[in-house]
């Protein structure tokens, strides 16, 4: 992946306060290197373009621990995300359209209002500690919901980079936020606590 392409996908975050008392981890090198090249998404998600725009992202790697980090990754999401929307609404209000685009588009356009309303719900279902739900909505994000644009675009041959690129990068930070929220969820304490009665 050139790094021209990493540039256009960069995204800037907005700033979040959190008054966490346990600092857990930062987003280390290492941790951005595990989380990209992590075999249950290395072979959905493109691990190099992954790693290098995590590491551009100062919210991400400044997190200070796995909700800060969890926020600030489903908000870069609903991010770029936003920004392909808009960039997709905005073809569509061209008067000449190709109707084989066109139709591309308002697949693409239902797609990311789709995978939008799972992201943003997941952010607000992680701020409340939600954490099981939220891990089920980023992964409709990250699958059926974007799956329909990834899947036309590809069938139709479409060789729009705008689109090509939002294609990748939001099912790439829904991933991940999937994977950063199921390990809050599997270590928070409700959960412990079922397993403890269970075993008793």
Same mark, same amino acid.
């Given at each position: 992946?050139?790094?021209?392409?990493?540039?256009?996908?960069?995204?800037? =975050?907005?700033?979040?306060?959190?008054? &966490?008392?346990?600092?857990?981890?930062?987003?280390?090198?290492?941790?951005?290197?595990?989380?990209?090249?992590?075999?249950?998404?290395?072979? &959905?998600?493109?691990?190099?373009?992954?790693?290098?725009? =995590? !590491?551009?992202?100062?919210?991400?790697?400044?997190?200070?621990?796995?909700?800060?980090?969890?926020?600030?990754?489903?908000?870069?999401? &609903?991010?770029?995300?936003?920004?392909?929307?808009?960039?997709?609404?905005?073809?569509?209000?061209?008067?000449?359209?190709?109707?084989?685009?066109?139709?591309?588009?308002?697949?693409?356009?239902?797609?990311?209002?789709?995978? =939008?309303?799972?992201?943003?719900?997941?952010?607000? !279902?992680?701020?409340?500690?939600?954490?099981?739900?939220?891990?089920?909505?980023? =992964?409709?994000?990250?699958?059926?919901?974007?799956?329909?644009?990834?899947?036309?675009?590809?069938?139709?041959?479409?060789?729009?980079?705008?689109?090509?690129?939002?294609?990748?990068?939001?099912?790439?930070?829904?991933?991940?936020?999937?994977?950063?929220?199921?390990?809050?969820? &599997?270590?928070?304490?409700?959960?412990?606590?079922?397993?403890?009665?269970?075993?008793?």
């Amino acid at each position: 992946m050139s790094f021209p392409i990493v540039q256009v996908a960069l995204i800037f =975050l907005t700033s979040f306060s959190f008054s &966490i008392p346990n600092v857990v981890i930062a987003a280390t090198p290492k941790w951005l290197n595990e989380t990209c090249y992590k075999n249950n998404i290395k072979s &959905i998600i493109d691990p190099d373009l992954c790693f290098k725009i =995590l !590491e551009s992202q100062k919210k991400i790697v400044l997190s200070r621990n796995e909700i800060e980090l969890s926020v600030t990754v489903i908000e870069s999401g &609903i991010s770029n995300g936003t920004n392909t929307q808009t960039y997709i609404e905005s073809v569509l209000k061209k008067r000449i359209l190709d109707p084989k685009l066109k139709g591309v588009f308002q697949e693409c356009k239902s797609s990311y209002d789709s995978a =939008l309303v799972s992201l943003r719900s997941a952010l607000l !279902e992680v701020k409340v500690r939600e954490y099981q739900t939220a891990t089920y909505d980023l =992964l409709i994000a990250s699958t059926d919901n974007i799956d329909r644009c990834i899947n036309v675009v590809a069938s139709k041959k479409i060789k729009d980079a705008t689109i090509l690129i939002g294609n990748k990068i939001l099912p790439m930070f829904g991933f991940i936020g999937y994977n950063v929220v199921e390990d809050l969820y &599997i270590r928070s304490p409700q959960t412990i606590n079922i397993g403890h009665d269970r075993i008793n």
